[in-house]
């Protein structure tokens, strides 16, 4: 009997982990910058208190829906932006000064590099 219990948890124990392993991506996941922009944004650093990451955006293109924790973003060029956060659907349009250094809370954006020039900025994102 003792070795029915433990075959049956164990059974247990791997039909959960096989259902666990085929859930969708939490949506945090989804909305990482890093899987939904990877020709855009790169990973320059990452420990257990925050990450950096690079981005760099051509003329014209569009970052698609991510989203982003508390951090300070650093801009190494000058260049022109057009957002729409989410969920308010709300267009602001900015400029980027190249040295410049912003902080901004937790984000849910797309980001159109709308000027004449390329952007790139580093982001210092706190976890």
Known sequence: MKRRSLLAAGLGALSLSLFLVALPASPQE???????????????FENKFLRVIEAKVPVGN????HKHPKGVTVYLANYTVEQRSFPDHKISRGDRKFGTVTWADDVVHEVKNVGKTPSHAIRIELK
Request: glycine share 0%; hydrophobic share 35%; net charge negative.
């Open 30 to 44: 989804e909305l990482d910058p890093l899987k939904v922009a990877p020709d855009t944004h790169k990973l320059l």
């Open 62 to 65: 569009l970052e698609p829906k």
